[in-house]
């Protein structure tokens, strides 16, 4: 599977594109993305096996709002059932992919709190217990080394997993490869283009900021999708299909490799 590398400025590329795509049918697009986070929200809500349902929904819902990504980029008939299609193709490697999902947060979460030992577990106690944000900067600031430690690592394997995650529903939905393979090719696909995922992510960060001065919460609604849709982009660039339409919203002008 080819593998391109592309230069700071597609990072900004990515987001525009994606935007022209939401564009074909913004309320589609926008519904489409409120659609898929309303159930994996709703999966988090039920009793016992909830957490465990929602985890395993997030892969085939991305997958099925990339489908429906590629609907409007191909300017075909698209509709909100087009979200489902996670369910109908590759849906056990799908769900294979949500598995090492969690297993990747457990795995971060054990080893904060192995790292950070009771200090730890207090600063959790205190984040869980109390919304007032001066609090939690003294705890923040007077946390040992240790806890200082945990949360840096946790971070650090995280920020992995996201990179080795992002991209691999895409890439079994679309390219039938296996899990392991997926995300094999979403770390390195990431890697070799960290300057404008870079970019693209301070824009996004932009772009949040801007957005959420609108009120009634407006702004998050449209941020989902266009971080979706601008994934959507920034896979297409990345990891070409061996099917390419001429019909294309992405930006193919080879001349903005790096």
Same mark, same amino acid.
């Given at each position: 599977m080819e593998i391109r590398k592309f230069n700071a400025v597609r990072g900004w590329l990515w987001i525009q594109h994606g935007a022209q795509l939401l564009l074909r049918n913004p309320l589609l697009g926008i519904g489409g993305a409120l659609t898929s986070i309303f159930v994996v929200l709703i999966a988090t809500m039920l009793p016992l096996f909830g957490p465990l349902l929602a985890v395993a929904l997030m892969p085939? @819902?991305? *997958?099925?709002?990339?489908?429906?990504?590629? *609907?409007?980029?191909?300017?075909?008939? *698209?509709?909100?059932? @087009?979200?489902? *299609?996670?369910?109908?193709?590759?849906?056990r490697s799908l769900i294979t992919l949500g598995a090492f999902l969690m297993l990747g947060m457990l795995f971060a979460s054990t080893v904060m709190v192995f790292v950070g030992g009771e200090g730890f577990a207090t600063l959790m106690d205190q984040i869980h217990t109390t919304d007032d944000v001066q609090l939690l900067v003294t705890a923040l600031s007077s946390a040992d080394s240790n806890v200082s430690l945990a949360l840096l690592l946790g971070f650090s394997l995280v920020m992995v997993l996201i990179v080795a995650w992002q991209y691999a529903p895409i890439l079994v939905f679309f390219s039938g490869i296996s899990p392991w393979l997926a995300l094999q090719a979403s770390f390195l696909g990431t890697l070799r283009n960290i300057i404008p995922y870079?970019?693209?992510?301070?824009? @996004?960060?932009?772009?949040?900021?801007?957005?959420?001065?609108?009120?009634?919460?407006?702004? @998050?609604?449209?941020?989902?999708?266009?971080?979706?849709?601008?994934?959507?982009?920034?896979?297409?660039?990345?990891?070409?299909?061996?099917?390419?339409?001429?019909?294309?919203?992405v930006d193919q002008d080879e001349q903005g490799r790096a």
């Open positions: 085939i @819902m991305l *997958a099925g709002y990339m489908r429906l990504c590629r *609907a409007l980029e191909e300017n075909e008939k *698209a509709d909100l059932a @087009m979200l489902l *299609a996670g369910f109908k193709l590759h849906t870079t970019v693209y992510t301070l824009v @996004m960060q932009l772009v949040a900021l801007v957005l959420g001065i609108l009120p009634f919460g407006l702004g @998050m609604i449209l941020l989902l999708p266009l971080g979706l849709a601008s994934l959507y982009v920034s896979y297409r660039n990345i990891f070409p299909w061996l099917d390419e339409s001429p019909h294309k919203v």
